[in-house]
Nanobody, 124 residues
Framework: QVHLVESGGGSAQAGGSLRLSCAAS?????????MGWFRQAPGKERLGVAF???????GYADSVKGRFTISRDNAKNSLYLEMNSLNPEDTAMYYC?????????????????WGQGTQVTVSS
């Protein structure tokens, strides 16, 4: 099993920054697993935001490329999402997810473990 706990959400003004963290635990977790950040706004589907594979290769949704940075600290079993130049369209519940596989996927259905989510609200 893998247990994921997100933190760092909150409110920000447009143009501001937030940093999300995700702590992973459980005997099923491996630093070679790929991970991702997803977000879901009310009434909308869950979409991928940023991804990282077991070797540290990253990928991003076009909507956040150049503004968001995903990283992981394997010594701390932690995943991060640095979010800059926030805009109101970034408002959503943000979820951390882990996939039992080295390569990342952009599709939520490919991920095996999920955190409970952390709310990000950006005001104009």
């Amino acid at each position: 099993q893998v247990h994921l706990v997100e933190s760092g959400g909150g409110s920000a003004q447009a143009g501001g920054s937030l940093r999300l963290s995700c702590a992973a635990s459980g005997n099923g977790y491996s630093s070679r697993h790929s991970m991702g950040w997803f977000r879901q706004a009310p009434g909308k589907e869950r979409l991928g935001v940023a991804f990282i594979d077991g070797g540290g290769i990253t990928g991003y949704a076009d909507s956040v490329k150049g503004r968001f940075t995903i990283s992981r600290d394997n010594a701390k079993n932690s995943l991060y999402l640095e979010m800059n130049s926030l805009n109101p369209e970034d408002t959503a519940m943000y979820y951390c997810a882990a996939r039992v596989g080295y390569d990342y996927s952009r599709h939520p259905s490919a991920y095996h473990y999920w955190g409970q989510g952390t709310q990000v609200t950006v005001s104009s």
